[in-house]
C-alpha cells in the first residue's frame, strides 16, 4: 500500500511539528493524539490534522496547561456541542492558577532577599542566619534567626 501525499509517517510529522519522535509516541500513550492508521508494511501515517493537534498541545503547554488539561481542552475542541464559554472558562481558572503561584514565588522570594539581606557572607558556616532559618522549625524561630544579626 503506497501512502498517499497527505498521509505522513512519524519522523515526518516529528519534523513538521518540530518535535522529537518520543514526543509523539508520548502523546500517543497519554492519549492526547489519536492513535494512526498504519500502511501494509507497519508504517504509521499521520495527517496534517495530527500536526495541528500536536502543535495546539505544545502551545498549551507553553501557556502552562498540564497534560491533563490539555485532555480536556481537546475534548472540548473535538466536541461541536462545546460552548466557547467552557474554554474562556478554563482559561480563566488557569489565569487565575498563575496568579496565585506567582504570588507565592513572590513570598517566596521576598523571603529569601530579607535572610540575603540578614547576612554579609561573612565568618563561618556555624553562625550563618540563612542556615540557621533553613534550619528553624518555626516561624517565630524565623524571625528570631533573621533578626538577630
Known sequence: MKTSDKALTIKKIAQKAGVGIETIRFYERKNLLNRPGR???????????DIKCIRFIKKAQELGFSLAE???????????????????????????????????????????????????????????????????????ELKENSHGR
Open 39 to 49: 500502511t501494509a508494511s507497519g508504517y504509521r501515517i499521520f495527517s496534517e490534522e
Open 70 to 140: 490539555i485532555n480536556e481542552l481537546l475534548s472540548l475542541k473535538n466536541n461541536a456541542l462545546t460552548a466557547r464559554n467552557d474554554v474562556y472558562q478554563k482559561s480563566l481558572q488557569k489565569i487565575q492558577l498563575i496568579t496565585e503561584k506567582i504570588e507565592s514565588l513572590q513570598k517566596i522570594k521576598n523571603s529569601l532577599e530579607h535572610l540575603v539581606g540578614c547576612c554579609k557572607g561573612e565568618g563561618t558556616i556555624e553562625e550563618c542566619p540563612i542556615i540557621e532559618a533553613f534550619e528553624a522549625s518555626t516561624e517565630e
